[in-house]
């Protein structure tokens, strides 16, 4: 398996614009994860699903960020309009089993985003 | 407050050391702690996961040790290689799906 696969892995756009990250999981796994890391604020979890659908979804740091995930294979990260601070990496992760398992998170690559 | 923390922020050690690196962590219900492995512009990669239950476990030159009731872990590396660079993040499972993170240790191994 190619493991996780997350694109672009660059992205540079100006503020108020619409940036969609996307990511395929690791195929055979029911959870996928969102996470933002920046120097300031480390690594945090933004949302997760299991099975496409939407678990927890309380660490989206408001509406303008949004994510679905509409088969097994695929789910994307829409910020719309974006701002300066969000700029970060943001890494998408997949696992076989529930959190509270001792399930192994895979993570692919990241999204280094840089909005101007 | 549900909280992680990690020390040191950062460490220098010459290769072929053997170094220990500290989580605290004040979350409650405690599910699960594991210790990531994040090398500079990688995602990170899991070393262990650890339930209340269990006090040690290993996975090559890193051994990672739970103390339940002082509510502390710590990561030793042992013969530390050039490769052991990088960040080591502490994280905490509360509940059944909300994680709590540390944010890391950097570590610097030099030749």
């Known amino acids: 398996d190619a493991g996780v696969i997350q694109s672009p892995r660059h992205e540079v756009t100006e503020m108020g614009q619409e940036v969609t990250l996307r990511c395929k999981p690791i195929s055979g796994h029911d959870y996928l994860f969102w996470y933002r890391q920046t120097m300031m604020r480390g690594l945090e979890l933004l949302i997760y699903f299991n099975n496409n659908v939407p678990i927890d979804d309380s660490g989206m740091p408001e509406d303008r960020f949004s994510a679905k995930m509409p088969n097994a294979s695929f789910s994307t990260l829409k910020i719309q309009p974006s701002e300066p601070r969000d700029s970060a990496v943001y890494f998408c992760?997949?696992?076989?089993?529930?959190?509270?398992?001792?399930?192994?998170?895979?993570f692919g690559p990241g999204t280094r985003l840089l909005v101007l | 407050k549900n909280q992680v923390e990690q020390s040191p922020q950062s460490l220098i050690i010459l290769e072929g050391k053997n170094c220990t690196l500290q989580?605290?962590?004040?979350?409650?219900?405690?599910?699960?702690l594991r210790w990531y492995k994040q090398d500079t512009g990688r995602g990170p990669v899991s070393l262990t996961i650890m339930t209340f239950s269990e006090n040690t476990k290993s996975n090559g030159r890193y051994t990672a040790t739970l103390d339940a009731d002082t509510k502390q872990s710590s990561l030793h590396i042992t013969a530390s290689q050039l490769s052991d660079s990088a960040s080591y993040i502490c994280?905490?499972?509360?509940?059944?799906?909300?994680?709590?993170f540390g944010t890391g240790t950097r570590l610097k191994v030099l030749a």
């Open positions: 989580c605290n962590y004040t979350v409650s219900p405690f599910s699960n």
């Open positions: 994280v905490v499972l509360q509940g059944t799906y909300k994680y709590i």
């Open positions: 992760a997949s696992s076989q089993s529930a959190p509270g398992s001792q399930e192994t998170q895979y």
